[in-house]
């Protein structure tokens, strides 16, 4: 007789020894799934079980290490659709082992030879076990899915794409389009620029009212405006301005750019690239659109934003404040999307307008980053990807995503720098371009090292 027949072959006729033996078998399927079939029951499917359960803890080590040695590498892979399959199917099929080893395990209990109050503790802590782990694991393969389906609608599909002197420059596009308003237009322009060893930020932000701007080299737009856009006031919209450019390219100039949907941009975005390039003096590679109307629905599910209201602000109401419908007190506050939304549109109440809205923007975006923590975004994930699919569009690759991801989080241990060209830095109605390129490659500039005494 081994020492593994009492488990195999107990006394059936001691309850307290049947009670005992229940417990070691669910302990130990929870312990080394499969161990417990070995021991007691079908040793084929023990075998199975154990031997999935091995790779499982592989996998979760080679996990671990190569998260350790590379973090971009375990990024790119859980932000790629075909990494986002594997583990779908791993969660899916490993749920459905523990499902069968489990059910075994209480089939091998026999609860009617154990006393009553040990069976029905041994059903309650395996039922308990039981349910966390398979709404865990199936809650994670819907996340892989949501994340799959998300990332592949939000970020394009192409080849990496270098940094230029050592820097990604992103171009960030705030667009509105809000129930009274027609059509999206760009409402807040900035570019972030990033350090690609470092990733130290800087945030440059442009008024929409900058007249006359320049086109990049080899820009279409240059055939019609070859001393930039707006100058002498001339321009195909009513208003010439910086973001009135996406408007004219979507309403009358498209074919300017044919292939802008192919790279999933549209003919206005990349009009604005080759004018935020003209302005600033640097190569733009990406692009990110903010949709503002479905602003509010990203900000609800992250939880909403604590922002410091510095001033007291009107919610809706016309330029003279007529059907004014609430106010954004100043103090810290915690916004829903809906207030965060006004916080960001607002143009009463401010002694500099557009300016001190752009201030607003930015600190919204400081807020929103720092709330998008992991924990967050993990437990909270469908809802956000949900609202990114309509709120976000971009043209960085879904291949550099988990670069990006590892970029960020180097740029979340830094200060962001921040230029405003705003007055009085800059008149946004007569700009010094020269000026303007010298402030951008000052901002740009690695910083210096002081030296020690």
Request: proline letters at 6%; aromatic letters at 8%; charged letters at 15%.
């Given at each position: 007789?081994?020492?593994?027949?009492?488990i195999?072959?107990?006394?059936?006729?001691?309850?307290?020894?049947?009670?005992?033996?229940?417990?070691?078998?669910?302990?130990?399927?929870?312990?080394?799934?499969?161990?417990?079939?070995?021991?007691?029951?079908?040793?084929?499917?023990?075998?199975?079980?154990?031997?999935?359960?091995?790779?499982?803890?592989?996998l979760?080590?080679?996990?671990?290490?190569?998260?350790?040695?590379?973090?971009?590498?375990?990024?790119?892979?859980?932000?790629?659709?075909?990494?986002?399959?594997?583990?779908?199917?791993?969660?899916?099929?490993?749920?459905?082992?523990w499902?069968?080893?489990?059910?075994?395990?209480?089939?091998l209990?026999?609860?009617?030879?154990?006393s009553?109050?040990?069976?029905?503790?041994?059903?309650?802590?395996?039922?308990?076990?039981?349910?966390?782990?398979?709404?865990?694991?199936?809650?994670?393969?819907?996340?892989?899915?949501?994340?799959?389906?998300?990332?592949?609608?939000?970020?394009?599909?192409?080849?990496?794409?270098?940094?230029?002197?050592?820097?990604?420059?992103?171009?960030?596009?705030?667009?509105?389009?809000?129930?009274?308003?027609?059509?999206?237009?760009?409402?807040?322009?900035?570019?972030?620029?990033?350090?690609?060893?470092?990733?130290?930020?800087?945030?440059?932000?442009?008024?929409?009212d900058l007249?006359?701007t320049?086109?990049?080299?080899?820009?279409?737009?240059?055939?019609?405006?070859?001393?930039?856009?707006?100058?002498?006031?001339?321009?195909?919209?009513?208003?010439?301005?910086?973001?009135?450019?996406?408007?004219?390219?979507?309403?009358?100039?498209?074919?300017?750019?044919?292939?802008?949907?192919?790279?999933?941009?549209?003919?206005?975005?990349?009009?604005?690239?080759?004018?935020?390039?003209?302005?600033l003096?640097?190569?733009?590679?990406f692009?990110?659109?903010?949709d503002?109307?479905?602003?509010?629905?990203?900000v609800?599910?992250?939880?909403?934003?604590?922002?410091?209201?510095?001033?007291?602000?009107?919610?809706?109401?016309?330029?003279?404040?007529?059907?004014?419908?609430?106010?954004?007190?100043?103090?810290?506050?915690?916004?829903?999307?809906?207030?965060?939304?006004?916080?960001?549109?607002?143009?009463?109440?401010?002694?500099?307008?557009?300016?001190?809205?752009?201030?607003?923007?930015?600190?919204?975006?400081?807020?929103?980053?720092?709330?998008?923590?992991?924990?967050?975004?993990v437990?909270?994930?469908?809802?956000?990807?949900?609202?990114?699919?309509?709120?976000?569009?971009?043209?960085?690759?879904?291949?550099?995503?988990?670069?990006?991801?590892?970029?960020?989080?180097?740029?979340?241990t830094?200060?962001?720098?921040?230029?405003?060209?705003?007055?009085?830095?800059?008149?946004?109605?007569?700009?010094?371009?020269?000026?303007?390129?010298?402030?951008v490659?000052?901002?740009?500039?690695?910083?210096?090292?002081?030296?020690t005494?």
């Amino acid at each position: 007789m081994t020492i593994a027949n009492p488990i195999r072959y107990p006394d059936t006729g001691s309850s307290q020894f049947m009670s005992r033996r229940g417990w070691w078998l669910v302990v130990l399927n929870v312990l080394i799934p499969g161990s417990a079939q070995v021991l007691a029951g079908n040793r084929r499917l023990g075998r199975f079980g154990l031997v999935s359960t091995l790779v499982l803890w592989m996998l979760a080590v080679a996990a671990v290490v190569l998260y350790l040695v590379s973090h971009s590498t375990v990024y790119e892979i859980v932000t790629s659709t075909l990494g986002l399959w594997v583990l779908q199917i791993l969660l899916i099929v490993y749920v459905a082992i523990w499902i069968v080893l489990t059910l075994d395990t209480l089939r091998l209990v026999r609860f009617v030879r154990t006393s009553a109050a040990s069976g029905a503790l041994i059903a309650a802590f395996s039922v308990l076990v039981l349910a966390a782990v398979t709404v865990g694991g199936g809650y994670g393969a819907v996340v892989a899915s949501s994340a799959r389906g998300a990332l592949g609608h939000i970020f394009a599909a192409g080849p990496s794409v270098a940094p230029v002197d050592g820097r990604y420059n992103i171009m960030l596009l705030g667009g509105d389009a809000g129930p009274d308003r027609q059509g999206l237009r760009p409402d807040s322009m900035s570019v972030v620029s990033i350090d690609a060893d470092t990733g130290r930020a800087t945030m440059i932000g442009l008024p929409r009212d900058l007249n006359p701007t320049p086109f990049s080299a080899g820009s279409p737009m240059l055939a019609d405006y070859p001393n930039g856009y707006g100058y002498r006031n001339r321009c195909d919209v009513d208003v010439c301005q910086l973001n009135s450019i996406y408007t004219e390219v979507e309403l009358y100039k498209p074919k300017l750019y044919p292939n802008a949907k192919a790279h999933n941009s549209e003919p206005g975005i990349e009009a604005m690239r080759d004018a935020m390039e003209g302005a600033l003096g640097i190569k733009i590679q990406f692009y990110v659109l903010i949709d503002m109307e479905g602003f509010a629905d990203l900000v609800d599910a992250l939880g909403g934003v604590d922002i410091d209201v510095k001033q007291r602000l009107p919610i809706g109401g016309d330029e003279n404040l007529n059907g004014v419908v609430g106010w954004i007190e100043a103090g810290k506050q915690h916004m829903n999307g809906y207030t965060a939304q006004w916080y960001a549109r607002s143009r009463h109440g401010s002694a500099r307008g557009d300016y001190d809205r752009m201030d607003r923007q930015r600190q919204l975006e400081d807020a929103i980053l720092k709330q998008a923590n992991p924990v967050n975004v993990v437990s909270k994930f469908q809802a956000i990807a949900s609202a990114g699919t309509q709120v976000v569009k971009t043209d960085i690759p879904q291949q550099m995503l988990g670069y990006f991801v590892d970029l960020g989080m180097k740029t979340r241990t830094q200060p962001v720098t921040t230029l405003e060209l705003t007055p009085p830095t800059i008149v946004p109605a007569d700009p010094d371009y020269d000026k303007i390129h010298a402030l951008v490659r000052q901002a740009l500039a690695p910083p210096t090292s002081t030296p020690t005494p």
